[in-house]
């Protein structure tokens, strides 16, 4: 969490700084992690944000054996969140908690939040929290975009135009197909099939070998050899057909069940992702402006900022912070 100043202390503080110069440019107090504009985070609070994170049992599994890295990841969330909030104060943007839950409905479809979230503390060791301000942050980003006219991917007619182009993709044949040796055998096969779908796996365990299915298996089509796709494609549902190929050794008979296209609002979230590089890049242009004035500064104790990230300095920590204190005032801090 960040130490906030009211107005009316900043005010007072600035004051301070015009009558005192040399204080003014102190930007390396031992008990400081990061400064972002006029605003601090303490290691005081950092470390107990750390907790915080710590006490979900997920992210203790992820941040186990690595915990400087987990800290500096910590303080890279805490700086972004202080450098978002400025660039929303900056351009009158609110992000709102009915906007982030609502968006995070979207991004979640059918799973199970409890199971999602667990699933992101222990790969990523993001807290709920984390989630939710990650989830804020996309949103004031498209907001940015969207107000600089670069959002023109995200638009509902864009998103329809691309759901007509890839809906032929995203369709999934439920499907199997056995391989008998001779064109009687396969058309009387095929017969049985379409007049009893449901003993098809009774059916197939009679020509057991690599090219049958024991089972009925559900795939997209891209993801089907493109010979048996193509074919499966021509079938109407409930029916089946029979296709000699030598290279097997004998007759493949293809039954398909059921061809299922998601509809547009079920795969919107998925075409707003592969639409979004573009719109986040020029929202994140204006947010990267904002952390430029706000010259943010961090302890070397937790590393130093190489394109906003944190990392470990070449000279490592502890040299770092000899530096910084053979360089301070006797009874001061380092400028």
Known sequence: MLTRRAPRARAAVLLVAAALPILAGCRSAPDVAAYVGDE???????????????????VAAFAEGREDDFTRRVLDTLVDSEVYAAAAERYDVRIDEDDVSRRIGQLLGTDDPDAAYRAVAEQQGLSRA??????????????????????????????????EQVRPELTTLEFGYVTVPDQPTATALLAE??????????????????????ELRSQRIQEIPPLLADQLQLTPPGSGFTLPVPEVGGVVVGFL???????FEDTRVRLEEEAAGPVDAAGAEQVDEVREDLDVRVNPRYGVL?????????????????????DAPEGGAAD
């Open 40 to 58: 601090q985070v303490t290691v005081a609070e950092l470390d107990a944000a750390v907790r915080e994170r710590l006490a979900e049992g997920g």
């Open 130 to 163: 984390d989630v939710r301000e990650t989830v804020r942050q996309q949103l004031l980003r498209r907001e940015l975009a969207d107000r600089e006219g670069e959002a023109g991917p995200l638009a509902e007619e864009a998103l329809r135009a691309r759901y």
């Open 193 to 214: 099939l379409t007049g009893a779908p449901g003993r098809y796996a009774e059916v197939a365990a009679r020509y057991p070998g690599q090219y049958t299915l024991p």
């Open 257 to 263: 069940v059921s061809s299922t296209v998601p509809t």
């Open 306 to 326: 190489e394109e906003g990230r944190l990392v470990v300095g070449e000279g490592g920590v502890v040299d770092l912070l000899d530096d910084a204190a053979a």
